[in-house]
């Protein structure tokens, strides 16, 4: 009997956030408004570099993908996430699950390795500007940009087979918003210990690597920029790598503080917290830092909007 329990169950109960009606519906209308801006930013973001011909560098090519990455994550967990807060059954079926799990966690990985990937670029741009076009060359940003996609899509492979390859018995109520890796693990009636620690070694690589190389590069880049003598040529410089360096604080940040940590904390309610902060806000706002922090795309806006607004003129003519 021991042996037939010991199986994964045919669907999961999400917790979720709150058990209460009126905050549920007040919480549908906020995220799915926060979804709808993520979808709709970044999907501008990806149209105004395509149409935007001054766009078609390297540091937008990665921002691309840096974009469908994060419209790609939030899809991944916030429209199950919407419907289980209207819905009274909040279940998940156990390939759904499994399936929610391996995208959320293979696009997190892309995310990391994508942002290392555009540190290199900024410190070529910065330390040897007249190389750059030489260096950052249309094959190197395919390839580079080929494993960011590989590697974490591996990443969650090895991770999505070994978790759900552990028992559960009759375990099937997931204290999160949604099928998060290490919320399925505690489901399990075995000893995780090795699993824990084999999610802490797969973090150090994918996350901890690239958050090195992005330290190594900003600190080349900082060196070169207090090099420079004029205070215009500094901040010129400087303002190339705003944008990319607030973005690598809130999704850097975020991720170390939820998986590099000791096991007996956050609590869960800080997980669901963070995790919601990580799936919602962060894809959310790192359209709005390009669009307002970035010169060059907020030249490419008002050049397009100028195009729309003489458009009635022009028909009318």
């Given at each position: 009997m021991g042996t037939v329990n010991q199986t994964w169950v045919k669907e999961f109960i999400l917790l979720g956030l709150s058990s209460d009606w009126d905050t549920q519906v007040a919480l549908f209308v906020l995220f799915l408004v926060m979804y709808l801006v993520t979808v709709l930013g970044n999907f501008l973001i990806v149209l105004l570099i395509r149409l935007d011909s001054r766009l078609h560098t390297p540091m937008y090519f990665f921002l691309t993908n840096l974009s469908l990455v994060d419209a790609s994550y939030a899809t991944s967990i916030v429209p199950q996430m919407l419907?289980?807060?209207?819905?009274?059954?909040?279940?998940?079926p156990l390939l759904s699950c499994a399936a929610q799990l391996f995208f959320s966690l293979a696009l997190g990985g892309i995310e990391f390795v994508l942002l290392a990937v555009m540190a290199y670029d900024r410190y070529v741009a910065v330390c040897v500007p007249l190389r750059y076009s030489a260096v950052m060359h249309g094959g190197l940003c395919t390839r580079l940009a080929i494993t960011s996609w590989v590697s974490g899509s591996i990443n969650s492979l090895m991770h999505t087979a070994i978790t759900f390859?552990?028992?559960?018995?009759?375990?099937?109520?997931?204290?999160?918003?949604?099928?998060?890796?290490?919320?399925?693990?505690?489901?399990?009636?075995?000893?995780?210990?090795?699993?824990?620690?084999?999610?802490?070694?797969?973090?150090?690589?994918?996350?901890?690597?690239?958050?090195?190389?992005?330290?190594?590069?900003?600190?080349?880049?900082i060196s070169t920029i207090l090099k420079i003598q004029s205070t215009e040529g500094r901040k010129k410089a400087f303002h190339t790598c705003a944008s990319h360096l607030t973005v690598v604080a809130l999704c850097y940040g975020m991720a170390i503080f939820t998986y590099i940590q000791p096991r007996s904390s956050p609590s869960v309610l800080q997980e669901k917290l963070i995790s919601l902060f990580y799936a919602i806000l962060t894809p959310m706002l790192n359209p709005m830092i390009y669009s307002l922090r970035n010169k060059e795309v907020k030249g490419a806006w008002q050049k397009l909007l100028g195009k729309f607004s003489g458009l009635p003129s022009k028909l009318a003519a």
């Open positions: 419907v289980h807060l209207l819905a009274e059954h909040k279940a998940i390859q552990l028992p559960t018995c009759t375990n099937k109520f997931i204290d999160h918003i949604s099928c998060e890796i290490l919320a399925v693990v505690r489901l399990a009636c075995v000893d995780t210990s090795s699993n824990e620690v084999t999610i802490m070694v797969s973090s150090i690589v994918l996350l901890m690597t690239p958050f090195c190389l992005v330290l190594l590069s900003y600190i080349r880049i």
